[in-house]
């Protein structure tokens, strides 16, 4: 068949696809996270068309390190199996020959012969024709755009045909700026662990099976940054490798009745051959007819999803794409992407690769050093395969804001409420004193200086208390405190849950105890009577 008959098939099954009104549309995430001091356009004093950089403001910056540290938590410190490692972003440019990345890392690129304007191929298409493009070759895009005449949407100028564009930043290291001395900026963490395997086997003493992860920053030069911090030109990774022993890929002891039984909405690639919409499916129907190949793919598949819903992300909103053949990476055996229906349609938020031995073998041939795994038992040398869960932390950041925020009607006014997770939350609680007056404000005062020793805690005494409740709802503070008069006569305050406004009085001796019970999970009711 054509793809331009099937461009016209999926055109009208997105005509016929009502936008669901309950998805949050990104521009009012903008907003809230600009007005909010969560994350904005770097450096907009000097204006906002420097696009795909982004700065972290006061709440944006503490959320951040909640997801990270959360991160760390589930795939590390939780674990036996996995150790961290924190790399260079500048490294010994052989790195990204041997990895692929400099023959490889390209995106489909067309110029405007009038304007010289340039833009991404499959997004240009997308834009134009209303289809997700995603799995397509460049090929197919460069047939969609002649044969629906796609031209520059500034000055309807003709395209020049496709080529690829490397997507990689760079820069010189020393002093002078020649091809000897040029670099690159890494563009995904995983190369580092890679390069670092055997140290890092040494120093850990780690058996396989065995995973190391890292965190850090990547860099992109994205032809097309969009929809805020989707896709920007600086982001941050949270990658893990885990390495198996290849005969053993299948040998999963770790991946239980809980995992087998996981059900989510998944998309296969023979689905999408047929064009279909995804269906609810078990994890073990996957693996029974050999759809997910392995079972430590499977296992990573849904530790993965576990733990975007242990942040607080509905599992409702998220859904499991097989990768078809055309858009593998270079490096990939399989890949699987956790996609989130977000405003622009349903995208990756998380991937996850079978890398098999491709990135250990080609640092050994590049480099002639010696990465093999010895194994004990067999006598033997081996070269480990890898499966990756690969996340984007920016991508995380916005889905979480995405998935939690929600408006309520007051009046004539319309508030936000940032339902966020609240171990995740950037403050823990907001204390306040009801006024700013008859000693309520040093009483407030004391309780914050006493709280802050354990939890990230805001005092706020500006406006009225309706307002300073907005402020702290806005920003997903899950817990508000008031000092009150009766504070004065009984040393207690009103501990208010951000989410349905109800509230409990808290002696201030049991505030620590029943705050930590309260993040933890347990239910207001449960930690005290309910006042109104
Ligand atoms: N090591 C594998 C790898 O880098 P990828 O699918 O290119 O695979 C992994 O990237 C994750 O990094 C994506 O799922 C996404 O969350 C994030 N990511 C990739 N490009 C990004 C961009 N331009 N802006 C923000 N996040 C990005």
Redesign the pocket.
Known sequence: MSFVKDANKMNEKKVNEKIDDKIVDVAKIVDLAKRRGFIFPTSEIYGSSFA?FFDYGNYGALLKRNVEDSWIKFFVTRREDTVMMDGAIITNPNVWRASGHEQSFNDPLVECKKCHKRFRADALVEGALKISVDGLSKEQIQELISNHKIVCPDCKGEFTIIKMFNLMFKTHVGTAEDDKSLVYMR????QLIFTNFKQILLTSRKKLPFGIAQLGK?F?N?IA?RNF?????E?S?M?LEYFINPKKIDDCPLLSKDHLDYEIDVLTEEMQDKNQNHKKMKIKELIKNKTIKTRWHAYWIVESLRWLEEIGIKKDNMRLRQHTKTEL?HYSLE?W?IEYNYSWGWK????I?NRTDFDLKQHMNFSKSDLNYFDEEAKEKIVPHVI?P???????ILTLLIDAYTEKKEKDETKVVLKINKKIAAVAAAVFPLMKKDGLDKKAKEIFDGLKQDFVCEYDEAGSIGKRYARADEAGTPVTLTVDYESLKNDSVTFRNRDDTRQIRVKTKDLRDVLQRFLNGEKLEKLGKLVK
């Open positions: 795909g563009p995904e963490t995983a990547a992109r994205e940054p911090v989707f896709r920007s030109r982001f990774q990658e990476s890949t992407d990756e938020l998380v991937g690769a990756e690969s996340f984007g932390l920016e991508r995380v």
